[in-house]
């Protein structure tokens, strides 16, 4: 597609269940990452793909959170045992650059809205 | 600890009226980017602007200009001839020039055009 596709765009979870969030990145975009943002505030950092490789995944809140990009592309996002502090929007992000010198843009999708009951 | 604030939640501005969003940022590195994006209802974010820390001139984009104060720590972003479309939120951001693209956002300030 032409942009950052994520899916789904609504989630509704009780506590206790996990949760699967897709991000089709734009092809060809190297690198990906993903935010979540609360209500009201602005997006924080969870994790970082350079490719299949996750380079950096020190924002990830707790171990129920994992995130895979087993072919370089297409990635998921998995909350374990959901907690009504995860309700959030989790926002994909891609980019054409890889790493070093970031004077580029980041492409974002709409997001996913994630609600915990 | 980097960290990037915005002290005004909401804004009003007139339509046709310039308009500067406040940012300002807190980082111990040497090089660094900053960057603006608005987020309208839709929820996806939308790149304006970016200023690098050793650009000795104020970026500019159409009617986005960045107001970089390296000394101040500042980097306002200015909006010129307002449209009811930039109704949204806006977000200032910082990632440092090494390792990855670790943005930090701000809190966002709302901006509300009026007819």
């Known amino acids: 597609g032409a942009g950052v596709s994520q899916s789904p765009r609504y989630k509704v979870a009780k506590r206790g269940q996990d949760v699967a969030l897709r991000c089709d990145p734009i092809s060809g975009h190297v690198s990906l990452f993903w935010y979540q943002q609360a209500l009201g505030q602005g997006p924080e950092f969870l994790t970082y793909?350079?490719?299949?490789?996750?380079?950096?995944k020190s924002g990830l809140p707790s171990d129920r959170f994992f995130a895979e990009r087993p072919e370089g592309s297409v990635s998921t996002l998995k909350i374990q045992r959901t907690q009504q502090e995860d309700s959030a929007v989790y926002l994909c992000?891609?980019?054409?650059?890889?790493?070093?010198?970031?004077?580029?843009?980041?492409?974002f999708g709409e997001g996913s809205r994630l609600t915990v009951l | 600890a980097q960290k990037i604030t915005q002290t005004q939640p909401g804004m009003f501005v007139q339509e046709k009226e310039a308009v500067t969003l406040d940012c300002t940022y807190d980082t111990s590195d040497q090089s660094y980017g900053l960057f603006w994006y608005k987020q309208p209802s839709s929820g996806e974010m939308i790149f304006l602007i970016y200023?690098?820390?050793?650009?000795?001139q104020n970026a500019t984009e159409g009617r986005y200009s960045l107001n970089f104060q390296k000394a101040r720590k500042s980097a306002n972003l200015v909006i010129s001839a307002s449209q009811l479309g930039d109704s949204a939120m806006y977000f200032c951001?910082?990632?440092?020039?090494?390792?990855?693209?670790?943005?930090?956002f701000g809190t966002g300030t709302r901006l509300k055009v009026l007819a």
């Open positions: 200023q690098g820390s050793y650009d000795e």
């Open positions: 951001a910082m990632s440092p020039y090494s390792g990855t693209y670790k943005y930090i």
């Open positions: 992000a891609s980019s054409p650059l890889a790493g070093g010198l970031n004077t580029g843009e980041l492409f």
């Open positions: 793909f350079q490719n299949e490789a996750q380079l950096d």
